[in-house]
């Protein structure tokens, strides 16, 4: 004979259907007093079956992402560069900004999505936001500073594609202040997943660290540049995984990269700081990441192959990628790194900084 339902697990039931349901809702809907469904709330978030605020469902806490949101703009000349005159030119606008980018990602692919990041309080930083809303991203911790340009990036290529000139404007970031990050505490406190690129400023990068270390959290930082490592503390303790290229590698360990050993080496040396796996990033060439099951402790994983149409995105897909799959099964990097290509892949054959083609069911069909 079937066991009938319980109140509290009725009223769970209602909660996971109603995330946002009222309390006196509940105890009208179950007919029972609202101190009896307070009580019974109060014993799910004991069961850690609710998470507190808002009746967060532990697998619907959201991945956070943290850092820069700015318009990408691409000028191309339609003939050879004449410095020092006006050149005609072709150009293509999109939004861009690493955790921007690597959150429509995760927005794409299904997972609940919230964005921590600056943006003017202008045209621009509005149609970040509004786009950002569109796709499924929550923007509500967001910052709109006033008096601030929304962020920018401009890149002047030749007439055959390649890179004469970029002119990056990243002033909002440094709003993102340690207590920027600590009024966006309730939005934070239940992530299922933070990632946060160097974009931030050194005091916040080390907020993160120590508050992941503190409370077992899983963080992922990705690079931005090799001028930003200096922004990388020394006490890496508390970091989940580190996404960075050669370039970066180099600046952040100030050792040359000349081959497998060396790149091994330099991973050894970010890790004997703290941090507990490094993915190495190299275009065209795959990734190699730290894997200590391996002869050496480094595992490569060749690039697929791909129809380059433009690399912009890319390096932020496979982030998000790698993300997407810890987020699954947290303990396999080599399976995240395979997701990771899987992703740049498509973005690299793809006009877009994020390839429309990306839906949470895309890894099943390619």
Not at 36 to 41: D, E, F, R, S, T
Request: glycine share 8%.
């Amino acid at each position: 004979m079937t066991q009938p339902t319980s109140k509290k697990e009725q009223l769970y039931q209602l909660i996971a259907a109603q995330p946002f349901i009222s309390q006196q809702d509940l105890a009208d809907q179950l007919g029972l007093s609202r101190s009896a469904v307070a009580g019974h709330i109060a014993a799910l978030i004991r069961d850690k079956r609710l998470l507190g605020r808002a009746y967060v469902l532990p697998d619907q806490r959201p991945v956070v992402c943290i850092g820069g949101a700015n318009i990408d703009r691409k000028l191309r000349t339609l003939g050879p560069v004449q410095m020092g005159t006006s050149n005609p030119v072709s150009q293509h606008e999109a939004f861009g900004g690493v955790a921007r980018n690597i959150a429509e990602n995760l927005a794409r692919l299904g997972l609940p999505t919230r964005l921590l990041c600056a943006v003017g309080d202008d045209a621009a930083g509005r149609s970040m936001l509004d786009h950002a809303q569109s796709v499924g991203i929550d923007v509500k911790a967001c910052l709109q500073a006033a008096g601030m340009h929304s962020g920018s990036y401009t890149a002047l290529l030749n007439d055959e594609g390649d890179m004469v000139l970029a002119l990056a404007h990243m002033e909002c970031c440094e709003a993102l202040t340690p207590d920027y990050l600590q009024s966006r505490q309730p939005q934070r406190g239940h992530a299922a997943f933070t990632i946060a690129d160097l974009n931030l400023p050194t005091d916040s990068i080390g907020l993160l660290l120590q508050e992941a270390y503190q409370q077992a959290m899983p963080l992922m930082m990705v690079a931005v540049s090799e001028p930003k490592m200096a922004r990388l503390p020394q006490d890496l303790r508390g970091l989940r995984l580190l996404v960075l290229n050669r370039g970066e590698l180099r600046a952040a360990t100030g050792l040359s990269i000349a081959g497998p050993a060396e790149l091994r080496t330099a991973c050894q040396q970010l890790q004997q700081r703290g941090v507990q796996d490094v993915i190495v990033t190299m275009g065209g060439e795959g990734v190699t990441y730290t894997a200590s099951e391996a002869v050496h402790g480094m595992q490569h994983l060749p690039a697929p192959a791909a129809n380059v149409r433009d690399a912009t995105g890319a390096g932020d897909a496979f982030a998000a990628g790698v993300a997407w799959s810890l987020c699954r099964t947290p303990d396999d990097l080599g399976l995240a790194c395979e997701y990771g290509l899987t992703l740049a892949r498509l973005t690299l054959e793809s006009d877009a900084t994020v390839a429309a083609t990306i839906s949470p069911t895309i890894f099943e069909e390619v």
